[in-house]
């Protein structure tokens, strides 16, 4: 993953640098070590930290040993001021997290009265007997700073060491998100900085990495953009989802009028430079872009599918409400379901083949019709990693979206492995929806999608 | 996520601490610690080592900055003997592995020929010009091991300093993976533990983790499974992945023929406390266990989806090979789908609705007919999370599978957000095919899948 970062140049300092605060993740679990789960919290506290204007500096990982999570606060203590811990808070006797960081003060663990209780208060209900395992978890080191746990038994808490202010959240994710949001967060408010920071994602398709970086590399130092962004600090990041490329611009000031300014004048110019690759901003995948799009105008779609198989059904439908705009359609992986359900022409199949422009506008326009949609769109290729031929290597995908003015037809070779190439077709195809929909975005010859 | 291990209580010590080699992993990179994306790096490493019986003790998350990768290293090669590395390979300013490890080294980079003449080559044939930043990526640490890099431009390489050895790989998982498994492991071999580690998987469907777990709780002190397990170290791992529950059966030991026969035995004990809720053993998810059986009997499948939205269709056809046994399908997510394509009856729909059990069975049966499958499976139910009504509320799904002989039908009610839904649902109707072709399977009522 390339990530190129940007800095105005008069901000005088590296955002890395010029943070006041420096936090370390820690997570804790031998199933983390043993690569049973993926370790997700740190990506969720890693995301929303940096979004409140703190530096993550380091994630340590350690497992569930006495003597290491000790040594882990050590280290983390001297890479920040701030310290965020999931795992470790369970019933088990692998759940040492509470004696560890007991240890790393010099306190005793006590029992959280008002969890205790409430598990208690429970038990109870169900006739259940608590066992010695289930009152370990509602324990807390003397003296620390409950963090309630909404979702789950055991509470977490915040303790402080030498300046170093620590926050222990339970492993699993539900129960950990919400307490880090409601309980964490707030207890923070006093020392997080006091600028204001706003993220915008811009989403672009058919344009390399390096393309889209080339296209934005001079944004801070050109006139305009430069005189606004002075007032704020601003970092452009670069995220390759493929097979879209994300550009997120980060921007923070003391002033929020002064950085709504700057964030308006960088806008007119990243959309200019970006120009037709850009398809949408914010947390909107392609598929409910244009799903707001056919939404908004009352029109339906389509699909027929060879090589995808379902995949673009499937990320269509993947977004709530697509039953609005989203028919359905025929996966026509077999020849004889192109010839008979789709009425693909022997003619078409013999002289150019399944994976042909002649095959993919039949196909689009029969589903269309066939389904009385205002749009279909199709798709047949060669994802591999058989059948590729030296006329059709593995990676060739033919597209056709249709309306009932025209039908456009698209050709994209992709050396790739199967999944790939089956991930970039499903996102061509709604692409070439998108651009039939808004037709300015077909102007540009640079984009490859 | 919920782990038991039991040991063989015969081992006379725990794993983590008779294992000889320990190891850290460390991944580098701003984009990680942003939590722009999560670290699937640390996961397939750490699985990877304890398969092969090395101790993954420390993970540590670093940033793209020289001195904080130099400080990771002389951490990490205080927590054992090996370092596992990822990330910071690329061509730009931003990667600085290759110059962080040469200063821990106390060397220099130098150009790596191979893969420096392989890239000019590249370039050559496209008319490219080969820039600065480029050449940056084909660089190693003077003295360093070179580690090929089969499917991306930069060279992995290895050094050692003070005993520890440590392996650095690129970020990018589909370069990081072959580079590991192929290039580092062979390195490797000669320090790996002397003793035969065999891994194996085991796949349920249809009973919880914890049942599964009740089930093989005891497995280890039962008569004649344990006479062989004392011969060898036997640990069993659960994992969860949605809907599945996968069992894993770790045995090591120095004596490969004794091995052999303790998990001969242990083999026929977990399918027998297993049962029908096992589909399958190995690396080969449901989609390809049922593709196999497929193949195996020349048969043909097709689907018709509602609620899934061409999951299925998208799941078989993730396999390789799948255009052998499966023909497509009809995405049927509009009602007027069901009746215009599959003719299912307007009287089905006013009267049951399109999430009931005639539908399904209409679905399946004429799916089946349309493309001349040999079985046809099909799912209509209610994925949210609006849609649900207190008849059928959201996680209502009706599945049916259709043979030349039988339908059989089903009704799972599985309270989640859409995409567990639409997973379990997908599941349930691969599932449901296999027990069509396996109908042994049909007869324990434990199993809700």
């Avoid at 509602?138 to 003296?143: E, H, L, Q, S, T």
């Avoid at 709504?260 to 004048?265: H, I, M, R, T, Y």
């Avoid at 047949?380 to 290597?393: L, V, W």
Wanted: aromatic share 4%.
């Amino acid at each position: 993953m390339q990530t190129q970062t940007s800095h105005n140049d008069h901000s005088g300092s590296d955002a890395r640098q010029s943070a006041p605060l420096s936090a370390t993740l820690l997570t804790i679990g031998d199933e983390l070590s043993r690569g049973e789960i993926i370790d997700s919290n740190a990506a969720f506290l890693g995301s929303e930290l940096t979004a409140l204007g703190v530096y993550v500096r380091k994630r340590i990982g350690c497992n569930d040993r006495l003597e290491d999570i000790v040594a882990a606060l050590d280290d983390a203590a001297r890479s920040g001021s701030l310290i965020f811990a999931s795992g470790g808070l369970g019933p088990t006797s692998d759940d040492l997290t509470v004696d560890a960081v007991s240890a790393w003060l010099g306190v005793s663990p006590v029992q959280e009265p008002v969890h205790e209780e409430r598990m208690r208060r429970r038990f109870a209900e169900r006739n259940f007997a608590i066992t010695p395992n289930n009152l370990r978890q509602v324990r807390i080191p003397a003296g620390a700073t409950v963090l309630s746990n909404r979702t789950g038994a055991a509470p977490g808490f915040s303790v402080e060491k030498n300046g170093v202010r620590a926050f222990f959240m339970p492993g699993v994710p539900r129960e950990m998100k919400p307490m880090f949001s409601e309980q964490a967060v707030p207890l923070l408010s006093a020392v997080l900085p006091q600028t204001v920071t706003v993220r915008r994602i811009y989403r672009t398709l058919g344009l390399g990495e390096s393309h889209v970086d080339h296209r934005l590399a001079d944004l801070l130092s050109s006139t305009e953009a430069q005189r606004h962004a002075q007032q704020v600090s601003v970092t452009i990041h670069y995220r390759l989802a493929f097979p879209e490329v994300l550009v997120t611009l980060v921007a923070s000031g003391a002033d929020a009028t002064r950085l709504d300014e700057a964030l308006a004048v960088l806008d007119v110019e990243v959309r200019r430079r970006l120009g037709h690759a850009l398809y949408g901003t914010g947390e909107d995948e392609l598929s409910a872009v244009v799903g707001k799009a056919l939404l908004a105008r009352g029109q339906t779609l389509a699909t027929a599918e060879s090589c995808t198989g379902g995949m673009i059904g499937q990320t269509l439908t993947a977004v709530p409400g697509s039953s609005a705009y989203y028919l359905g359609g025929v996966v026509a992986y077999d020849n004889s379901v192109k010839r008979g359900v789709l009425g693909v022409s022997e003619a078409t199949l013999q002289e150019h083949g399944a994976v042909s422009e002649a095959c993919v506008r039949q196909m689009a326009e029969s589903v269309r019709t066939l389904l009385g949609a205002t749009y279909g769109v199709s798709v047949s290729g060669i994802a591999g990693p058989g059948g590729g031929t030296p006329d059709k290597p593995v990676g060739t995908v033919w597209l056709a979206a249709s309306s009932p003015e025209r039908t456009l037809c698209r050709l994209i070779q992709w050396p790739g492995d199967r999944e790939q190439v089956r991930k970039i077709a499903t996102a061509a195809a709604l692409n070439l929806v998108h651009k039939l929909m808004f037709p300015e975005r077909l102007s540009d010859p640079a984009l490859r999608l």
